[in-house]
C-alpha cells in the first residue's frame, strides 16, 4: 500500500466491486480509455478478477479505503509500449465526481516514485486517445514529453480504430521536475 495526501494506493479487492461498478458504469470513464462501460457489480467482480488482479495494480482509494478510480504499471509483457525490463506503462483512471481535484496527478506521482525509486524503471511510458483531453493534461503536468503519434489503432474492447499518442519520462526528466 503507498498513501499521499489524500489518497490510499491500495490493491483491489472483491469487496471494491460496488463501488467499481458505480463509476466505472459511466460512459465517460471507459469509452476515453479503450474500454466499455461496466455492466453491473458482477461485471466489476469480473475485471477485478481478471483485470486488476496482476502487479502493479492499484485501487485509488479515499482515506476511508473507498476505491474511486485505478492505476497501474504495466511491466514487460503486459504492454506493448516497450518489451524492456526498466521499462512499463502507466495507465489511470478515476470517477467523474472526483474530476478536476488534482487526484490523478497526485496518485502517478506517488506511482512514479514507486517505479523509479522502487522497482528501477529507466522510463515509464504513458499514452491517450485522440480527444481524451484531460489524460494529455495528466500527462503534461507530469512531466512526461510527447514521442509519437499512431493512427489507426485497434480498440478491440470497443470494436474501433482511434489515433493514439505516446508520451515518455525518463528517470532523469522525473528527477529535475522532482528536485527543481
Not at 509500449?81 to 470517477?95: P, S
Request: glycine letters at 10%; charged letters at 25%; proline letters at 6%.
Amino acid at each position: 500500500m503507498m498513501e499521499t495526501k489524500r489518497l490510499l494506493l491500495r490493491p483491489w479487492q472483491e469487496s471494491d466491486a460496488k463501488n467499481l461498478y458505480e463509476y466505472a458504469k459511466d460512459p465517460a470513464i471507459g469509452p476515453p480509455a479503450g474500454w466499455p462501460p461496466h455492466t453491473g457489480v458482477e461485471n466489476s467482480l469480473e475485471i477485478i478478477r481478471h483485470v486488476f488482479f496482476v502487479p502493479e495494480t492499484y485501487a485509488v482509494c479515499q482515506k476511508d479505503g473507498k476505491a474511486i478510480g485505478s492505476i497501474g504499471l504495466k511491466l514487460k509483457g503486459s504492454t506493448d509500449m516497450t518489451d524492456r525490463e526498466d521499462e512499463c506503462e502507466l495507465g489511470y483512471w478515476i470517477g467523474k465526481p472526483f474530476w478536476g481535484q488534482g487526484l490523478i496527478p497526485e496518485a502517478a506521482e506517488e506511482l512514479l516514485r514507486h517505479a523509479f525509486e522502487d522497482l528501477g524503471m529507466r522510463a515509464v511510458w504513458c499514452g491517450y486517445y485522440e480527444g481524451n483531453e484531460k489524460s494529455r493534461r495528466v500527462q503534461q503536468k507530469l512531466g512526461f514529453v510527447y514521442q509519437y503519434t499512431t493512427h489507426d489503432l485497434d480498440i478491440p474492447l470497443l470494436g474501433e480504430k482511434r489515433t493514439g499518442h505516446t508520451s515518455l519520462l525518463t528517470k532523469a526528466q522525473w528527477e529535475a521536475k522532482r528536485n527543481g
